[in-house]
């Protein structure tokens, strides 16, 4: 089975962006390395302290697919209770004393990508205008192109096709608490049927599915377009109560939700439940959440415990990334210049462009003076549009920098939340996104993005009512809000 992970998680991460206040995501069923305690954590956090023994942790995300299990939040007793009060509802016989009540955990593909839509509309505009006495209304028609980028959450079915079963926990996936998969933690009497609907066949039915959007709203032009950028793929087993029990001589079974009691189908006239598909199961690993003490490298010295891709041990000033790749530069760069204590330094990945494609990207962007270099935010931002706006001014801005190298980092530096192989993808689909604005919204094909060096950067910026102004050029903006 081909690994639908192949990117690593830098999609998967992109595409959890929320702005949700509640806790949200996994539950890490580890001990803390340094006490043995329990930990919780949020879906797109990366380090955190423990609460019993205040060490600095880092969590590792599997590199192949991951599989996580929603807990079973009510009892067989509860389940029963949901049934009748439906039943109840519906004028129909409640469930005999000698119901048969057995759980099961329902695989489900949890799907995390970048969706890139093109949209072509009519845009009419009406003048009134004074002529010869009378007042005349004009009308004019203007093609319009909307082009943008978002995140793409959903999930799937993974087992065997059953009209009785959910086909989606929809958007629950996204914010409900998980654990990672192990059977024994399971719910006693509790089932998990298996995964049997492959990877690839998965994705071939989303990605219909995707292009079925363009016929929502037709087009008054052209054709609207739409493509997923690097579909993320998780495994999500969520629970279910069957109950069946026999009334007048006839079988009926309900499906009971395990998180929130609702029923998912009633069932008349039906034969007792039988997993009978075992035999076609897809024979997968699941990758496991990894923990591990939050340390430098070199001294071992405790590393800040905020969450960031790069820091400076503050006991020996060694450079730690936490992903590596042969094209970084060993040093941290930062606009030359007078920075005052209002400014916030906001990270950059600045990904230096092959010769070849220099001319091709100019143009693509409209002209980035002598620029060759295409600069990614090294900060998530709360949409993938805002990305790809303040990615254009900043390449644009960069060579009327001056950068020097640094070897501390203080408090005025924004914390790099965006790593290198998500930014990496990023550029990609930036790229993608700007080729697409200069074809009448025909969506190109990816050719994929290789720079020719990455430096990591940071650039002053200060408030100005609702925005955040470059202090160095006063010519770069971006949205306050565009920050998570």
């Not at 309900?254 to 034969?271: H, N, P, R």
């Not at 039988?274 to 923990?291: D, H, P, Q, S, Y």
């Not at 930036?430 to 430096?455: L, Q, Y």
Request: charged share 25%.
């Amino acid at each position: 089975m081909p690994d639908p992970n192949s990117a690593g998680n830098a999609v998967n991460r992109l595409g959890t962006m929320t702005a949700h206040n509640e806790k949200a995501g996994f539950y890490i069923g580890v001990t803390c390395p340094g006490c043995g305690g329990s930990l919780e954590i949020q879906a797109d956090f990366f380090v955190l302290t423990c609460t019993s023994c205040g060490s600095v942790l880092r969590i590792r995300m599997p590199e192949t697919t991951p599989a996580y299990l929603i807990e079973c939040a009510k009892s067989e007793r509860e389940a029963k209770s949901f049934a009748d009060r439906y039943l109840k509802k519906a004028s129909l016989p409640l469930t005999e004393s000698g119901a048969k009540i057995r759980g099961i955990y329902q695989p489900y593909w949890k799907v995390d990508a970048i969706l890139l839509k093109v949209r072509n509309r009519i845009e009419e505009r009406h003048v009134s205008v004074y002529e010869s006495g009378a007042e005349q209304d004009i009308k004019t028609e203007n093609r319009v192109t909307d082009t943008n980028l978002s995140a793409y959450s959903m999930t799937h079915s993974a087992g065997e096709e059953n009209e009785e079963i959910p086909h989606s926990i929809g958007m629950r996936a996204n914010y409900i608490r998980m654990e990672p998969y192990s059977q024994e933690i399971a719910a006693d009497n509790f089932e998990f049927l298996p995964v049997v609907r492959p990877w690839n066949k998965v994705i071939s039915n989303i990605e219909q599915g995707t292009a079925r959007l363009n016929e929502i709203n037709p087009a008054a032009f052209g054709k609207n377009r739409t493509r997923l950028f690097r579909p993320m793929a998780s495994i999500v087993y969520f629970p279910y109560y069957i109950i069946e029990s026999e009334s007048q001589g006839k079988l009926r079974r309900l499906i009971v939700d395990g998180v929130s009691g609702g029923i998912a189908s009633y069932s008349a006239k039906c034969q007792y439940w039988e997993n009978e598909c075992k035999n076609k199961a897809v024979i997968m690993e699941f990758g496991r959440l990894e923990v591990e003490l939050h340390r430098c490298p070199n001294c071992g010295h405790d590393l800040p415990g905020k969450q960031s891709y790069a820091y400076i041990c503050n006991n020996c000033n060694q450079l730690i990334m936490l992903e590596t790749n042969p094209l970084l530069q060993e040093n941290i760069l930062v606009s030359a210049g007078n920075i005052n204590d209002q400014d916030r330094l906001f990270p950059f990945w600045s990904m230096k462009l092959p010769e070849k494609e220099i001319g091709s990207v100019k143009s693509m962007f409209g002209g980035i003076y002598n620029s060759d270099r295409l600069i990614i935010p090294a900060f998530r931002s709360a949409n993938f549009e805002s990305m790809f706006k303040l990615s254009k001014r900043i390449s644009s801005a960069a060579p009327k920098m001056d950068f020097a190298p640094i070897d501390e980092i203080d408090d005025r530096f924004e914390p790099v939340s965006l790593g290198l192989n998500e930014a990496l993808v990023m550029a990609e689909v930036i790229v993608c996104r700007a080729k697409t604005g200069k074809t009448d919204g025909e969506i190109v094909e990816s050719m994929g993005f290789s720079p020719a060096e990455i430096a990591l950067i940071f650039t002053p910026f200060h408030p100005e009512s609702y925005f955040f102004v470059d202090s160095v050029l006063g010519a770069v903006t971006f949205e306050k809000n565009a920050v998570i």
